[in-house]
């Protein structure tokens, strides 16, 4: 096989092995607010929300550290062992504690610190320049795909159910469990991408640059040595122009995924006008909102080799859907549906509520959401290279922590609320992403004059 063969097919194997573990945790997120509020046990107090705010909370600040576990570990084990602690999070559900839950809680966020920053770190050594925007498009689409498969069997299982049961719930994540611990099996069969011919290149990155062990790269240092260099590389990088500018559209794409992954669904099943399959329309939301996300990817992917206006145009569509979305959920959805209790909620949207335009939403919603996060990974990998794995963990802190802030306060505020903030934050980070890609084109053009 050939080089580019073998890293696109690396790509490929990434992209399934997060397709198939997060068809169970996407599940697990999307209906874990729901599941709890009809658990009837005196010994169980968790919250699901709660328990979302304390994932991201842990994950912002456990990505300072990620790249040196990555250099110590490798990324591949790095995926592995995440991914495991993913799985135990899933069983949980499967007889709710409360310590049980939250203590998982706090391990999952440092796992997928762990997870997210050696994923980047992947996708960046098994592409190019040239290919890095066609690879996120590749690596995303399959990826989602997760939110296809798990939401059609949520939907399947629950439809025209008022209540969900132990035994239901039990079914689901026992199956959730086992999908999970398959996908991360898959990692294992990332191959080691061949090496770069400029050898010197290479050996300017503070981090190992294929998936063996990290001492074969920087063989004079210790590995205490190279975990400290990674942090402070993390730490350096934070505090560049870059950095800065594109922290805004990252913490809008924390904002949006709290909403559409956990807060949109729990909205659908509280919507009482909806009748009683209220329930089993937030599987079939998380299916579309997969299949925006799909498609998102997959034609951000093919396009990018033809796109000669760079990312700005995709992430100027993604805030115009997001928009458009944002607004019909005004118009649809009750104020105080993100709050309702078990029971649902009676208060009346602003026209009679639609399952059809709800959907349409849920659509528009994955759309949107592939337009910045395909960019972003891309954008990540383009500038900074030498350093993905301290540059994706930058992104995923600044990300993870604005999600952290929003499942906090989506216990308490009403949705108009909730969406105004992301219409205000998604604005300014349109333009600042505009502003680095406008300087990363014109260095790219200054590059290609002085190659002349």
């Not at 922290?247 to 807060?263: D, H, M, N, Q, R």
């Not at 937030?282 to 299949?291: D, K, T």
């Not at 349409?360 to 759309?367: A, D, K």
């Not at 205000?424 to 406008?438: A, K, M, N, S, Y």
Request: aromatic residues 14%; negative net charge.
């Amino acid at each position: 096989m050939s080089p580019e063969g073998k890293t696109l097919l690396n790509v490929v194997v990434l992209g399934l092995g997060f397709m198939v573990m997060f068809t169970a945790f996407s599940t697990c997120g999307n209906i874990e607010q729901t599941v709890i509020k009809s658990f009837n046990s005196t010994e169980f107090h968790g919250s699901g929300y709660t328990s979302l705010a304390i994932i991201y909370t842990v994950f912002s600040a456990s990505n300072l550290i990620a790249p040196s576990v990555i250099a110590v570990v490798g990324p591949q084990l790095s995926l592995f062992f995440s991914g495991i602690v993913y799985s135990a999070y899933i069983a949980v559900f499967i007889h709710p504690y409360t310590a049980s839950f939250y203590t998982l809680s706090v391990l999952v966020g440092i796992a997928a610190a762990v997870l997210w920053t050696a994923q980047g770190n992947l996708l960046t050594i098994n592409s190019k320049d040239s290919t890095i925007g066609r690879n996120s498009g590749i690596f995303w689409a399959l990826m989602q795909f997760s939110l296809f498969f798990g939401n059609l069997y949520i939907y399947l299982a629950w439809h025209s159910k008022s209540h969900i049961t132990d035994k239901d719930r039990q079914t689901v994540f026992i199956t959730l469990t086992v999908i999970s611990l398959v996908g991360n099996f898959l990692f294992f069969l990332i191959q080691r991408p061949d090496p770069e011919p400029a050898p010197s290149d290479a050996s300017e990155s503070l981090l190992p640059t294929d998936i063996s062990d990290s001492t074969d790269v920087v063989p004079s240092q210790s590995l205490c040595s190279q975990a400290l260099e990674a942090f402070k590389r993390s730490i350096q990088l934070a505090m560049t122009k870059e950095m800065l500018l594109l922290s805004i559209p990252f913490a809008y794409s924390g904002l949006e995924l709290t909403f559409y992954s956990g807060v949109y669904g729990t909205c659908l099943g509280a919507m009482t006008q909806f009748g009683e399959g209220a329930k089993g329309l937030i599987g079939l939301s998380g299916i579309l909102i997969g299949v925006g996300e799909i498609l998102g990817g997959g034609v951000f992917g093919i396009m990018d080799k033809c796109n000669r206006f760079g990312r700005n145009p995709v992430v100027f569509l993604g805030l115009i859907t997001h928009i458009v979305a944002f607004f019909l959920i005004f118009l649809n959805i009750a104020n105080d549906a993100p709050v309702a209790p078990e029971e649902g909620t009676q208060m009346q949207a602003f026209i009679q509520p639609s399952v059809a335009l709800a959907l349409i939403c849920s659509f528009l919603l994955g759309l949107g959401d592939s337009c910045f996060n395909t960019q972003l990974i891309s954008i990540v990998g383009f500038l900074f290279r030498d350093d993905s794995a301290p540059a994706f963990a930058v992104f995923k802190f600044v990300q993870s922590i604005t999600a952290a802030v929003a499942f906090f306060y989506s216990n308490y505020l009403l949705l108009q609320w909730q969406l105004l903030i992301m219409v205000l934050v998604g604005f300014l980070g349109t333009i600042t992403f505009f502003v680095v890609e406008w300087a990363a084109i014109s260095r790219r053009q200054d590059s290609d004059y002085d190659s002349i």
